[in-house]
């Protein structure tokens, strides 16, 4: 089930909402988020509940043993335990063909494996529980008790299939003991219908101009699929794609986080505006914010961070980068993506280091230097895109060529001709993507705006504002949601469902 459904909006979510506040006995509320979450999660394939209960139930067994064997052999076995289980799982249902497949070509041999399905949200459940059992043995959270409150952290529909990721810390005081506000189902609500009108009036008509460009994204991206694809076309299909990706991947996570704040939840933000960053690093503090501080607190600080000199700082980098972009799949393509972008950290923090060493520091707050590194950091996010794009690294390199302007002989093709067609179209889509993206405020400045709790804290003029708060969000939050309903003339799954 997808949160951009007719199903969803008008069944599935009014009725979770109904059952939930008709009780105030907080472990029946408990009781019905679990139900409708494995409902929600097993709506297209049920036999996965199982798996991720099995993950939960690891989790929470290991949880216990390193908190009563704290400082002992014990905890380690119950840390080891934890960390062999799911990354064993990860390893098994995401990456065994990757693996072997690489296996057989180094080497030459014809091992064969099952095929397995990809469990969804497999990647983002198993990084939670994993952070869990590793806060636990760092003694920065207790171990919960209860395994119901457990299995509701895990299970939650609200972030389970494609986050944000999670933290037991973050939400460990509201999985005990909740206070739902109205304010907040209000703001809730808002925050879903702005994040629903990113995925469906922006994302998927922008997904549908890429199709168009560049070839469904199901097929790979041959030189075949390119012996018509122009320059200007391929430059303009990634533009599009790039905002494809972050509208819908953005979208879903306000979605994720207006139905958490509906139910007294408040997940963490995963955007703050990322093509506004006027560099890679902070491209990084805005982009999918739960997975860098993930990659961060546990993969980058383990490996040493920035703790053993400068040499070693850089390679600790570009392996959190290359691991990160794995994480995305079981394709060289994403590991590439996570090397250009672990390789772009690595130029950053020098360049930054040159300057300060050069005594030009005080560049960084020079408005033309800052609109020069905001054009230099947009391209090279948008090059590293074509690994996301690409099913093949050879058609990522052909559509680099197309790019170049390397294939003869394409000016004038069939997807030329599509650009042209579809030029008015086209133009006002990228217009309405870079005004949202680029200028606009973020979904979190517009909810902080519409808080009364901010309002009140503001001048005297701004509270004679407060009156007409309601009805001009009401207004504007209809006319959002009439015009995205009228857009829904098919369910759309979310990119990164795939993840």
């Known amino acids: 089930m997808v949160f951009a459904s007719l199903i969803f909006l008008f069944l599935f979510l009014p009725l979770n909402l109904l059952l939930y506040y008709s009780t105030?006995?907080?472990?029946?509320?408990?009781?019905?988020?679990?139900?409708?979450?494995l409902f929600f999660y097993g709506w297209g394939e049920p036999i996965w509940i199982t798996l991720m209960i099995f993950s939960a139930t690891v989790d929470y067994v290991n949880g216990r043993v390193i908190e009563k064997y704290r400082g002992k052999i014990g905890a380690k076995i119950g840390l080891i335990s934890s960390l062999i289980i799911n990354l064993g799982l990860l390893a098994t249902f995401k990456y065994s063909s990757f693996i072997v497949e690489n296996v057989n070509g180094i080497f030459g041999t014809s091992f064969s494996m099952p095929h397995f399905a990809l469990p969804i949200g497999i990647s983002f459940y198993t990084f939670q529980t994993i952070s869990y059992s590793v806060d636990v043995y760092r003694n920065e959270?207790?171990?919960?008790?209860?395994?119901?409150k457990f299995l509701m952290f895990v299970s939650l529909f609200h972030q389970l299939v494609a986050g944000p990721i999670v933290r037991y810390s973050h939400i460990a005081s509201e999985i005990d003991n909740r206070k739902e506000k109205l304010a907040d189902i209000s703001m809730g609500i808002s925050r879903f219908c702005i994040g629903l009108f990113k995925k469906v009036v922006i994302a998927n008509v922008a997904a549908e101009l890429v199709r168009k460009y560049m070839g469904d994204n199901s097929a790979p991206l041959t030189m075949d699929a390119l012996h018509d694809l122009s320059t200007g076309a391929a430059w303009f299909g990634l533009v599009m794609f790039a905002l494809q990706i972050y509208f819908d991947f953005s979208g879903y996570s306000d979605m994720a986080i207006g139905i958490g704040k509906m139910f007294g939840i408040r997940l963490p933000v995963n955007?703050?505006?990322?093509?506004?960053?006027?560099?890679?690093?902070?491209?990084w503090r805005r982009w999918h914010i739960t997975l860098s501080r993930f990659l961060k607190d546990y993969l980058y600080i383990s490996l040493g961070g920035n703790r053993k000199g400068p040499i070693r700082r850089q390679g600790n980098l570009l392996i959190t980068m290359l691991l990160g972009g794995l994480w995305h799949g079981a394709s060289w393509n994403f590991v590439v993506w996570g090397g250009m972008h672990g390789s772009y950290l690595v130029v950053n923090h020098l360049w930054g280091n040159l300057l300060s060493v050069m005594g030009l520091a005080s560049l960084k707050t020079n408005k033309i230097y800052?609109?020069?590194?905001?054009?230099?950091?947009?391209?090279a996010v948008v090059l590293a895109w074509v690994m996301f794009r690409a099913e093949t690294f050879h058609g990522a390199m052909n559509l680099y060529e197309s790019m170049l302007g390397l294939v003869p002989g394409i000016e004038g093709g069939s997807r030329s001709a599509l650009v042209l067609q579809d030029l008015p179209r086209a133009l006002a889509m990228v217009l309405v993507g870079a005004l949202v993206a680029l200028f606009a405020p973020n979904v979190q400045?517009?909810?902080?705006?519409?808080?009364r709790n901010v309002i009140g804290r503001q001048t005297v003029l701004n509270k004679g504002m407060e009156r007409l708060q309601v009805p001009v969000t009401a207004i504007l939050m209809s006319f959002a949601l009439v015009l995205t309903l009228s857009s829904m003339n098919r369910v759309s799954e979310f990119l990164y469902f795939q993840f």
């Open 24 to 37: 105030k006995n907080a472990t029946w509320r408990n009781l019905i988020l679990i139900v409708f979450s």
């Open 141 to 148: 959270v207790k171990a919960q008790r209860s395994y119901l």
């Open 271 to 283: 955007f703050n505006s990322p093509y506004k960053a006027t560099s890679i690093v902070d491209f």
């Open 370 to 379: 800052l609109i020069i590194m905001w054009g230099i950091t947009f391209i």
């Open 445 to 451: 400045e517009i909810i902080d705006r519409l808080d």
